[in-house]
C-alpha cells in the first residue's frame, strides 16, 4: 500500500515518462523507515532525485492534507556539497519537482557566490532547502542565535562523500555535523519537555541523558538523518562510518548500492609511430590530430587535463591550428573568473559549444547532458578519478559513457591499459580519512566562541563523537583550550592569540575584530595569495598566484583565460592587463600540479609490466608499445613480478643509479633519499636526485658502491625507518612547509581583509618564525606535531613506502649495467632537468639534445608528418 507522499512521487515519475531504479525505490523504502547511511551510485543515475524524492514523500506523508499550501516550515534539508558549481544546478532540479507537485518551497544556495544581499533575505526567511559548502555551514554555525536556524532541521545529504573524505574539509563537516545532531538532541528534549526553545544546559543536559543509555546522542538519529552520496571507493563502509560518526546505532545505518552497469568505452589514443613518439617531457598536444578527429565526430566533448597550466596550453593549441573552433570552444578551470565559468556552463547546458578543455573543476556531478564524449589527457593518476571524469559524458540513466586516454609519452600508454584493467576487474582507490587534524578543531572551536559560544565538558563529548577525534585526549582538548585562552606556554604575551574569553564556563569570544577576523579565515583550503586579473578597461578574467605575477614586467605578454595577454601593472592586490597581438608568451603555473600515481593503479600497471615481460599482449596499448618494450630488453632488462629492476651508467655528470619501484612520486622521493642515506653510511658522497611515478635517480660524481650497498640485508629494510627518514631527509623543513597551512587554518596568522591581503612572503616568515618558537620553547605542541605527522603521511606517503620496501625485500635484485638511457631511464633524467634553475632554451630543446648527448636521437620531439587534419566545417546550432 502506497503512502499519500509515495503516490504524489510516482504521478511525477509518470508525468516525466521515467521509471524508478529499483535503488531509488531501495532509497524510498530506506528513508521513509527512517534509516540514515551511504548512497552510493555512480555520476549521472540520478543520485539527486533517489534521495530528494523520499524526502518530499516524507514531508507530505506528515502533512497530507496541507502540503500545497505556504507556511513558514524553516529549514528542513541542508544538502552540502563539496563545489560551488554544483549548487545551482541541483537548486534546479530540486525547485522543479516542488513546483510540479505544487509544494510551495523555496530551494535556496549559501556559497561563497552569494550575495550580501541574498543572504540577508535567507536570514529573514529560511527557505526550506538549502544547497551550501562545508566553509559556510561554518560560517552559519559563526552567526549568533544559529540554533535557530537548524531547530527544525530533519535530514543532511552530504553529496559526493567520497571528493570529501580525507580531507580537512571532510573533517569540517564531521565537526559541523556534530554540532547539528547535539541541536537534534535538544531539540527532541525539548519537545520531550513541552518547550519551544533552547535553554542554558540543554546541551549539558543532552549528554548526560545519553551517558546514561550508553549510547551518545541517540535521540539525535531519531530526529536528524543524515545520508551521504559516494561514488565507487576501495573503503564505502568506512566511508560511512566516518560521516554518521561513532555515536550512530549500527542499526539505523543502511548501504544502498545503486548496482547499475552503467556502459563505459574507454579508448586510448594511439600514436601513429611509437618509435617517433615522445619518451618524456611533453603534455600530449603531439596527439592534437587525433584528438580533433574525435572531437569532430562527437556532439561536445570535454577534453580533461590535469593541471591549469595544461589546459591553458592546450585551448591554445587548438585555437591555433584550428581557427573554425573560435567561438564554439571554450576553457573552465578554478582559476578563471566566476562569471566565465558559469557562462560555460550554460553554454554547455544550451548545447551551444563543440569542446570544452578543463581541469577538476568540471569533475563533480554538474549534469551535462549535451556531452557524449570525453578525453584524458595525461594519466589521471587512479581509477576512481578517470571513472569521475568519464561519467561527464552520457549524464544520465541509461547512457553510455565514452572515454579516450591520451597519453603524454610512450610509457604512459601503458598506464592506459592499467586504468582499462582495474575498472574490469573493479579495484578502486580507497580515501583514508583524516585524524586528530589539530588546527581544525581549533578553528572549530573559535567559530563556537564568536557564535553563543560553548562549554568544555559538553563540546568536548561532541567532538568525541566524529571519527577524526574519536581518539582525542581530554589533556589534549585542554591544551586546545588553553591555547585558544592564554595562547599557550609560548604566546600568553602577546593579545592577538587571546581570542577566547571565559565567562562562568562559557567560552566565547567578545571581541568584534577577533570574531571579524575568524569569519574571514574560516576554510581549510590553502593556497598561494591569489591576485586578481582585470582589463584596464574593466572587468575580471580570473586569478593568478602572486608568484607568477611577481615575474613579470610590463609588456611582458602571458596567455591566460585562453587570451593573449601584455602585463600592464599591479595595483592593490590587482593585475590589469590589455589584449596583446602577439602570438607566443608565458603560460602561468600554480602550485601543487603533480599527482602521484595512486597505489591501486601502480600495482596493476606493474602486473601489465609483468605480462609484458611474460609475452602476453592482449591490450592494444600493450602491442603497440612493443618496439619500446623490446628495446628495453635490448638495452637493459623487463622486470618480473618478482623482480626489481636497478640500471647502473656513467656519463660525464657522474654515476647514475636508477630505481624502478614503480610506486608513485612521492613515495620515490622518501625512497630515494632513504636509500641515499643508507649508501651514504658506506661511502660517504652527495647525491643528486630526481624521480617520476615509475622510478627514480641517484646521481653523484664520485663511483656509488651499489654492489656493497645490495649485500646489506637492511638496505631495503623497513627497520628504523622513520629514524633513517628523518635522517636523510630535512624532515624540519618538510614539518615547516606544513605547518604553514596548519598555521593559517589554526588562526595563528592572518592572511588580511578583503582587497588588503597580507604579501605570501610575510606570511612565510611569520609561520616560520613561530615554527621556531614552537620547536625551541614548546616541543610538546599539538600543531608542531601535526606538522611532523603529515609530512610523513602525505609528503612522504610513509605507510606505502613501508609497504613498497617489504615488498622489494622479497623480490630478485636484478643490477643491469647499460651504454645508455633505457625507455624507462629517460623520463626520469628528463625530470632531473628541473635541477637546473638557469637557461635560456625550451624544455623541447633541452631534450633533444640530452637525447642526443646520450645517442638516444630517436626520441626527440619531431613533428608527425600529419601535422593537422580537417576540423569541422562550422554548423548552424553550434
Known amino acids: 500500500m502506497l503512502t499519500k507522499g509515495q503516490t504524489v512521487i510516482q504521478q511525477w515519475y509518470r508525468q516525466k515518462q521515467w521509471k524508478q531504479f529499483p535503488f531509488q525505490k531501495e532509497m524510498e523504502a530506506a528513508y521513509l523507515s527512517g534509516y540514515s547511511g551511504l548512497l552510493n551510485a555512480p555520476t549521472g543515475s540520478g543520485k539527486t532525485f533517489a534521495l530528494f524524492l523520499p524526502f518530499l514523500a516524507d514531508f507530505i506523508n506528515k502533512h497530507p492534507d496541507t502540503y500545497t499550501t505556504q507556511k513558514n516550515n524553516g529549514l528542513l534539508m541542508l544538502w552540502i556539497t563539496p563545489l560551488r558549481a554544483l549548487t545551482n544546478d541541483i537548486r534546479k532540479a530540486m525547485q522543479e519537482v516542488c513546483d510540479d ?144 560518526g561513532n555515536d550512530f546505532p549500527p542499526e539505523q545505518i543502511k548501504m544502498v548500492r545503486a548496482n547499475i552497469d552503467k556502459r563505459l568505452v574507454i579508448e586510448s589514443v594511439i600514436p601513429e609511430n611509437i618509435e617517433n613518439y615522445s619518451w618524456a617531457g611533453h603534455i600530449g598536444v603531439k596527439l592534437l590530430p587525433q584528438v580533433m578527429e574525435i572531437v569532430a565526430k562527437s556532439k561536445t566533448t570535454l577534453i580533461f587535463t590535469n593541471t591549469r597550466s595544461q589546459s591553458e596550453i592546450w585551448y591554445h593549441a587548438i585555437i591555433d591550428n584550428y581557427p573554425e573552433y573560435a567561438g564554439i570552444m571554450a576553457m573552465h578551470h578554478g582559476s578563471l573568473d566566476n562569471e566565465l565559468r558559469n557562462w560555460v556552463e550554460q553554454a554547455l547546458h544550451a548545447e551551444a559549444l563543440k569542446v570544452v578543455v578543463c581541469t577538476s573543476s568540471l569533475d563533480l556531478g554538474v549534469d551535462f547532458r549535451p556531452v557524449d564524449t570525453v578525453v584524458q589527457v595525461g594519466s589521471p593518476k587512479g581509477v576512481a578519478r578517470f571513472m569521475q571524469r568519464a561519467g561527464r559524458s552520457g549524464h544520465h540513466p541509461g547512457a553510455i559513457s565514452k572515454a579516450y586516454f591520451v597519453p603524454t609519452h610512450s610509457l604512459e600508454l601503458l598506464e592506459g591499459a592499467a586504468l582499462k584493467g582495474a575498472i574490469k576487474k573493479g579495484v578502486f582507490e580507497s580515501r583514508d580519512p583524516m585524524l586528530l587534524t589539530f588546527d581544525v578543531l581549533i578553528q572549530f572551536m573559535v567559530t563556537l566562541a564568536v557564535s553563543d559560544g560553548f562549554r568544555a565538558d559538553e563540546l568536548f563529548r561532541e567532538i568525541k563523537t566524529t571519527f577524526a577525534f574519536a581518539d582525542l585526549r581530554r589533556d589534549e582538548f585542554n591544551q586546545l583550550l588553553d591555547f585558544i585562552t592564554n595562547g599557550g606556554k609560548t604566546l600568553a604575551q602577546y593579545d592577538e592569540f587571546l581570542k577566547v574569553e571565559v565567562d562562568n564556563g562559557l567560552f566565547k569570544v567578545n571581541s568584534r575584530r577577533v570574531a571579524l577576523r575568524h569569519r574571514l579565515s574560516i576554510g581549510t583550503i590553502t593556497s598561494e595569495l591569489s591576485i586578481r586579473v582585470k582589463w584596464l578597461s574593466g572587468g575580471s578574467l580570473g586569478t593568478l598566484e602572486e608568484g607568477f605575477i ?16 601584455e602585463f600592464v601593472k599591479v595595483k592593490e592586490m590587482t593585475a590589469y592587463v590589455k589584449k596583446s597581438t602577439k602570438t607566443k608568451g608565458l603560460i602561468p603555473s600554480w602550485a601543487g600540479g603533480r599527482m602521484p600515481l595512486s597505489s591501486q593503479l601502480s600495482a596493476v600497471f606493474r602486473d601489465k609490466l609483468d605480462e609484458v615481460a611474460n609475452g602476453i599482449e592482449t591490450d592494444i596499448e600493450v602491442r603497440a608499445l612493443k618496439p619500446l618494450f623490446d628495446l628495453q630488453a635490448q638495452l637493459s632488462h623487463l622486470p618480473e613480478r618478482h623482480e626489481f629492476l636497478i640500471e647502473s651508467f656513467r656519463s660525464r655528470e657522474g654515476h647514475h643509479l636508477l630505481f624502478y619501484p614503480f610506486e608513485g612520486r612521492l613515495v620515490h622521493e622518501g625512497m630515494a633519499s632513504l636509500l641515499a642515506y643508507r649508501i651514504s653510511k658506506i661511502k660517504p658522497a652527495s647525491f643528486s636526485i630526481a624521480m617520476n611515478d615509475y622510478g627514480f635517480e641517484l646521481l653523484t660524481d664520485e663511483d656509488i658502491p651499489i654492489e656493497e650497498a645490495l649485500e646489506d640485508a637492511d638496505f631495503f629494510s623497513i627497520n628504523n625507518l622513520i629514524s633513517d627518514i628523518q635522517n636523510s631527509l630535512n624532515s624540519n623543513e618538510m614539518a615547516r612547509r606544513k605547518f604553514r597551512d596548519i598555521a593559517h587554518i589554526g588562526g595563528l596568522v592572518f592572511t588580511g581583509y578583503p582587497g588588503q591581503q597580507v604579501k605570501n612572503k610575510h606570511l612565510q616568515a611569520s609561520t616560520s618564525l613561530l615554527f621556531e618558537v614552537f620547536n625551541e620553547y614548546e616541543p610538546d605542541n599539538l600543531l608542531v606535531r601535526q606538522a611532523y605527522n603529515e609530512a610523513l603521511a602525505f609528503q612522504l606517503e610513509e605507510f606505502r613506502l613501508r609497504a613498497a620496501l617489504q615488498r622489494i625485500q622479497t623480490q630478485n635484485i636484478i643490477l643491469k649495467n647499460i651504454e645508455r638511457p633505457t625507455p624507462f631511464a629517460f623520463p626520469i633524467l628528463v625530470d632531473s632537468l628541473g635541477r637546473e634553475r638557469l637557461t635560456t632554451e625550451t624544455m623541447e630543446e633541452r631534450i633533444a639534445k640530452m637525447a642526443r648527448r646520450y645517442g638516444a636521437e630517436e626520441v626527440a620531439d619531431r613533428p608527425s608528418a600529419k601535422s593537422r587534419k580537417p576540423g569541422v566545417t562550422r554548423k548552424k546550432g553550434f
Not at 536556524?149 to 552530504?158: D, E, P, T, Y
Not at 580531507?167 to 528534549?189: D, P
Not at 611577481?550 to 595577454?565: E, H, I, M
Request: glycine letters at 8%.
Open 101 to 244: 507537485i505544487g509544494l510551495p518551497w523555496r530551494i535556496m544556495t549559501r556559497t561563497g557566490d552569494t550575495s550580501a544581499a541574498e543572504k540577508a533575505a535567507l536570514k529573514k526567511k529560511l527557505p526550506e532547502v538549502l544547497l551550501t559548502t562545508p566553509e559556510s555551514l561554518h560560517l552559519m554555525l559563526a552567526q549568533k542565535e544559529y540554533d535557530k536556524v537548524f531547530k527544525g532541521l530533519q535530514v543532511m545529504v552530504c553529496d559526493e562523500w567520497h571528493e570529501l573524505l580525507g580531507t580537512k574539509r571532510g573533517v569540517q563537516v564531521e565537526l559541523g555535523l556534530s554540532r547539528l545532531k547535539a541541536l537534534a538532541s535538544v531539540g527532541s528534549l525539548q519537545l520531550a519537555n513541552g518547550r519551544d526553545e533552547l535553554a542554558v544546559g540543554d546541551l549539558q543536559l543532552a549528554g548526560k541523558v545519553n551517558q546514561v543509555t550508553n549510547s551518545p546522542l541517540q535521540t539525535a538519529n531519531s530526529k536528524l538523518k543524515i545520508w551521504g552520496i559516494s561514488a565507487t571507493i576501495g573503503n564505502l563502509e568506512q566511508a560511512a562510518e566516518v560521516l554518521l
Open 550 to 565: 611577481s615575474k613579470l614586467k610590463p609588456g611582458d605578454t602571458f596567455w591566460f583565460a585562453g587570451r593573449s595577454l
